[in-house]
């Protein structure tokens, strides 16, 4: 593809018509993956930047480079840009053939929520007989080929790439999560959403963020490039996000509590699944939809779901039978039954409302004690650690304070931060390994009592000081009932 064709008309003053000519085989913003005839574009990150491997692109055969420093010079092509980020979004989308016109995509955006409500939104329309697919925290599904991702939400490249794959295996709708990260940091930018859904707002990531209302603005982003607006109403945040949107007349509202587009009524949570009324102001009422899951913050998920597919204008009847026919997603209020009379949950909840949501709903169904296996990641948000504490210790009648993907922090540190939030201390037991907290806390479980296993969810891994070791909490609790 020719080098015109990947930079914006108005990034293209001071290049020759030779170089504008050039050809491109590859665009990359990583130096590993330069080859002859790359595009590289020089991403400021975190850890790395990349205008400090200009020249080692170049030395590797890039065609030409793409930077915002307007000061550096080569023989190589050099495009100068005000944004790399978005430079790179454009250019993925239209070296891709631009894919993500060929899609309706739907995006899903909130601190929790987005992969369950993603799955089912996929499993309604796949029941439509519709052919979706995923992106999101537990990989890409594309039909019945699964990928797994490093991030909620890839890079552009990335991106535009897995939609193009998407088109060539005749999908036609994209459930997509998007993180503030990456809204943040312009990966998803020049997308069109059809939908985009905001699920709920709470602590997390406040130090890549710095404020929850910063946290705020990175999430409207979805909302500016979005047809349409699905906003829990029930949220704190949510006025922000209609406020933000109110020129558009396509908004939509949905609730547990308030007057809204789309409601629930007669809600009913059992320890196997809920049962619930949606209400749709002024046109319907669906009575008696079931789901298998349990909480009543999957209750929301549903409607969120609901809402999104009815817009997208598949049959409220179709809509209810799907929503009963849904399994669940891995390590999203998985239950694990054992023979020893007690119940294991695994639960990928790692923020403080996420906990909290989880613990609460486990109260209301379990006859026996809580038993809480949770620690926090390192090299994250330290704010919500020891309020993860306090709800831990509020909601469950035993907690094992452990490990949770320590990364390069010390993992005694991070328990520590923990327990600041605990008060009584007796109820509490410090475990720094992860494998002998969840054996121990089995140990403890008596006829009745819930283990509940947070933090992990889908993963199937630990990382310590850098390095990622296989861990599947399946494989650990599997081992303790043969063996014990």
């Not at 509590?257 to 669906?286: L, P, Q």
């Not at 909480?295 to 817009?311: H, P």
């Amino acid at each position: 593809m020719k080098l015109y064709h990947l930079i914006e008309d108005a990034e293209n003053k001071g290049l020759s018509e030779k170089e504008l000519e050039l050809e491109i085989f590859k665009i990359t913003s990583d130096l590993a993956e330069v080859e002859e005839g790359s595009l590289f574009f020089a991403i400021k990150g975190f850890q790395f930047d990349g205008n400090d491997f200009l020249e080692e692109a170049i030395e590797k055969g890039a065609a030409a480079v793409v930077t915002e420093n307007k000061d550096f010079e080569s023989d190589c092509c050099v495009v100068a840009v005000k944004n790399s980020r978005r430079a790179l979004a454009y250019a993925a989308n239209v070296f891709f053939d631009k894919p993500s016109e060929k899609l309706c995509i739907i995006g899903i955006t909130g601190t929790n929520g987005k992969t369950t409500t993603s799955y089912m939104l996929t499993h309604i329309l796949s029941e439509a007989g519709i052919k979706c697919g995923i992106i999101g925290t537990n990989g890409v599904v594309i039909g019945d080929k699964f990928e797994p991702l490093q991030n909620t939400t890839p890079d552009a490249v990335t991106i535009h790439s897995i939609f193009a794959e998407m088109v060539r295996q005749g999908i036609t709708h994209v459930v997509m999560e998007v993180s503030s990260h990456a809204l943040d940091q312009d990966r998803a930018w020049g997308i069109r959403f059809k939908i985009g859904i905001f699920t709920n707002l709470s602590i997390e990531h406040l130090d890549y963020h710095g404020t929850m209302e910063e946290y705020a603005k990175s999430k409207l982003k979805l909302f500016k490039q979005s047809d349409i607006c699905v906003i829990n109403k029930d949220d704190s945040f949510s006025d922000f996000f209609v406020g933000s949107e109110k020129e558009k007349s396509s908004v939509f509202t949905y609730s547990a509590h308030a007057d809204s587009d789309y409601r629930v009524e007669n809600i009913h949570v059992f320890d196997d699944g809920s049962k619930f009324d949606v209400v749709k102001c002024n046109c319907f009422t669906v009575i008696g939809v079931k789901q298998k899951i349990n909480g009543f913050f999957n209750v929301y998920n549903a409607l969120a779901a609901f809402a999104a597919a009815d817009i997208l204008g598949v049959k409220k009847d179709s809509i209810s039978r799907a929503i009963s026919t849904f399994s669940g997603v891995k390590g999203r209020m998985e239950r694990i039954l054992t023979d020893r009379g007690f119940t294991v949950i695994i639960d990928y909840a790692h923020t403080p409302d996420g906990l909290g949501k989880v613990l609460t709903s486990i109260r209301s169904c379990c006859k026996g004690k809580i038993l809480a296996v949770f620690g926090c990641g390192g090299n994250r948000d330290k704010s919500k650690r020891s309020l993860m504490g306090k709800i831990a210790e509020a909601l469950s009648d035993k907690v094992i304070v452990t490990s949770d993907n320590p990364r390069n922090e010390e993992p005694e540190k991070i328990i520590e931060d923990i327990l600041v939030g605990i008060k009584d201390t007796s109820k509490v037991l410090s475990v720094t390994d992860r494998r002998e907290a969840i054996r121990l806390a089995l140990s403890l479980a008596k006829k009745n009592d819930t283990v509940l296993l947070a933090g992990k969810g889908h993963e199937t891994y630990q990382i310590i000081n850098g390095i990622k070791h296989h861990f599947d909490e399946r494989e650990e609790i599997e081992n303790f009932l043969k063996n014990n």
